[in-house]
């Protein structure tokens, strides 16, 4: 354990020594943790208060004002699921309800136990000539079923067994 957080350290010292551990790079040094790690863990946000010389409710406030930022861990894959109009139109509802199903999740739980996935629902992706659209991180899937979205969810669990496999 004790390596795993020196690691983690290591990793947040590179950052700032990268951003020249200037206060005025919090943005920048916040987006480069959540790339790091999926998410602004609280140990962190606390250990670049210090060195920034900044208060933790300032970094904090930061952090939760700008929605790009999350403070709980998200999955390797961010699944989102439109569901504006045209999406809705063409049972966007259907295709919610067989990512929860099929990885385990609900309006509460939104990363799966593997920390493969999280879902997200959102109102327009500005792809409704596709609709109903599904993104898997920058990817767009056009036309999208349940059956579809099935095949979507195992085709990247394989590719995660296949990858582990190496």
């Known amino acids: 354990?004790?390596?795993?957080?020196?690691?983690?350290?290591?990793k947040v010292c590179d950052i700032l020594v990268k951003n020249g551990r200037d206060p005025h790079m919090l943005i920048k040094i916040l987006q480069d943790i959540q790339k790091e790690y999926n998410y602004l863990p609280e140990e962190i946000m606390l250990y670049i208060s210090t060195v920034l010389g900044l208060s933790p409710s300032f970094v904090y406030g930061v952090a939760t004002f700008y929605s790009h930022f999350t403070l709980t861990p998200k999955g390797k894959y961010i699944l989102k699921v439109c569901d504006g109009t045209a999406c809705h139109v063409k049972k966007s509802e259907d295709i919610i309800k067989t990512v929860e199903s099929q990885?385990?999740?609900?309006?509460?739980?939104?990363?799966s136990s593997d920390m493969l996935f999280t879902f997200?629902?959102?109102?327009?992706?500005?792809?409704?000539?596709?609709a109903p659209v599904v993104v898997v991180n920058e990817e767009?899937?056009?036309?999208?079923?349940?059956?579809?979205?099935?095949?979507?969810?195992?085709?990247?669990?394989?590719?995660?067994?296949?990858?582990?496999?190496?």
Request: with cysteine; net charge positive; aromatic share 2%.
């Open 1 to 10: 354990m004790e390596i795993e957080i020196s690691s983690k350290f290591d």
């Open 103 to 111: 990885l385990g999740l609900n309006a509460t739980k939104k990363t």
């Open 120 to 130: 997200e629902t959102v109102a327009c992706l500005g792809a409704c000539g596709i």
């Open 140 to 166: 767009v899937h056009g036309a999208m079923n349940k059956e579809k979205t099935i095949a979507l969810i195992n085709k990247i669990k394989s590719k995660e067994l296949e990858n582990n496999a190496h």
